[in-house]
């Protein structure tokens, strides 16, 4: 069985969008879990609308992604953003392809993003070029064997970057696979109103805090302010 775990805040549309093609699939037996850290719309009323199991935590992916994964009862896990737009079977997809090799100890899926401007263009390239040297991202469906998972120790709580800490763990143990059917879709509205140059030298300096060792809640906080004037300079 796969265990499929959704951190959400303030996702009640996408959320909806995401539950009623997941609990609509007739040869989907997953179980699916929402984690909310603190939501003030109606997210939470919108997970507890379908036969799902609703969490609540404090607010950090990396901790909601913990929480729902102390519940979770498959040996299959699928990590899963609420603004992923998947096709049907996409659940099918990870457990056949996991049935099929067993030397397999988890993957991701190729990711494109749902902007049609040039920059949402250009990183449906980028992230193919970056998979295939083994660098990939929670907003690609993340999944993974749970016993492979508890043998690599787990997934770090740290409010960022989390996605980035496990994926360099999985790499170094072993074969990986990238599902290309059916592929995923992400949304590109945290690139809406923000300079090229500025998104990717925000996502440089994150790497580079990591890599020197400072704490998920920095690195956090130093990415919502880089956002945050990035925008306040577009509109000035």
Not at 24 to 33: G, L, R, W
Not at 69 to 89: M, N, P, R, V
Request: glycine content about 10%; hydrophobic content about 40%.
């Amino acid at each position: 069985m796969i265990s499929v775990i959704i951190p959400t805040l303030n996702e009640q549309d996408n959320l909806r969008c995401l539950l009623s093609l997941l609990c609509s699939e007739e040869d989907n037996h997953a179980e699916i879990i929402v984690v909310d850290g603190g939501s003030d719309d109606d997210t939470m009323k919108v997970a507890e609308s379908f036969s799902v199991t609703s969490l609540q935590s404090r607010r950090g992916r990396g901790h909601q992604l913990c929480v729902g994964l102390a519940q979770a009862q498959g040996d299959i896990i699928l990590f899963l953003h609420a603004d992923s737009h998947i096709a049907c079977g996409t659940v099918k997809a990870v457990q056949d392809k996991m049935d099929q090799n067993s030397a397999l100890i988890g993957g991701n899926f190729q990711l494109t993003f749902d902007g049609g401007d040039d920059f949402s263009l250009w990183l449906n390239g980028f992230y193919v070029w970056l998979r295939a040297r083994g660098f990939y991202y929670g907003d690609s469906g993340i999944f993974i064997r749970k016993v492979i998972l508890d043998k690599i120790g787990g997934l770090s709580s740290c409010a960022l970057m989390e996605d980035y800490d496990l994926v360099r763990r999985m790499e170094a143990f072993g074969l990986t696979c990238n599902i290309t059917d059916p592929a995923m879709v992400t949304s590109s509205r945290r690139f809406t109103g923000r300079r090229k140059w500025q998104i990717i030298w925000g996502w440089v300096k994150i790497h580079l805090l990591y890599h020197l060792g400072f704490s998920g809640d920095f690195m956090a906080r130093h990415y919502d302010s880089i956002r945050s004037s990035e925008h306040a300079n577009d509109k000035s």
